[in-house]
């Protein structure tokens, strides 16, 4: 390991409280999720298991689910995400739709988001500030765009920030093995799923990948 690298603090005493934590679904729709979509990523049904059983848990200790949403208007003179990617999640469309095997309910909560990370010119932060949340689980597609540009945010506005491995995927093997290294090393704990339904139902300890 390259001394740079190296020079990091190895961390292990995040325990997730559920009346304090919130679970971020991030961009878990049809256009990157299911046949006919408009960008699918392959891997993506691969993650419904995981994420079901960690929405369960959740839901059941009491932490606060949100589903933050690409959503894309149109008629926009400037369209920044279409500048690089193709046209997705247009308003109102199926595409932009939550994925049925997710299946929200009434005590869930939906934020909009018009640019890759969920905090940018949204209300997420006013949201979770509210709700007094401190630690954040966020898992969705794609691992290397919208879910490690809202780790980022989550991070510089002051949560702590946990993403299960199984629970994300990229557009490439290379690009989650870099976004999850940076984000273990960097702006949170890399985890899975399993660790992270014990530390919310059971109080205990998050299981940090990236620094074992």
Request: charged letters at 20%.
């Amino acid at each position: 390991m390259d001394q740079f690298s190296s020079q990091r603090k190895y961390q292990n005493d995040l325990v997730l409280d559920p009346l304090s934590t919130a679970v971020l679904v991030v961009d878990m729709v049809n256009d990157f999720c299911t046949a006919g979509g408009s960008m699918v990523l392959p891997s993506a049904e691969s993650l419904y298991p995981s994420q079901i059983k960690v929405l369960t848990a959740a839901r059941n200790s009491g932490a606060k689910v949100i589903y933050i949403n690409d959503n894309h208007r149109l008629g926009m003179k400037v369209e920044r995400e279409f500048v690089k990617r193709s046209p997705h999640c247009i308003e109102n469309s199926w595409g932009s739709e939550i994925v049925e095997q997710l299946a929200p309910t009434k005590s869930d909560l939906h934020v909009v988001k018009r640019r890759y990370s969920g905090f940018f010119q949204s209300d997420l932060d006013l949201t979770l500030r509210d709700l007094q949340i401190e630690s954040l689980v966020v898992m969705g597609v794609v691992t290397n765009i919208c879910v490690r540009s809202t780790v980022h945010d989550a991070f510089f506005l002051g949560y702590k920030v946990v993403v299960p491995h199984d629970c994300v995927a990229a557009s490439g093997p290379r690009e989650q093995d870099s976004s999850l290294y940076d984000i273990g090393t960097h702006f949170g704990w890399v985890s899975t799923s399993a660790s992270v339904i014990d530390s919310i139902s059971g109080g205990l300890q998050i299981l940090n990948l990236i620094d074992n």
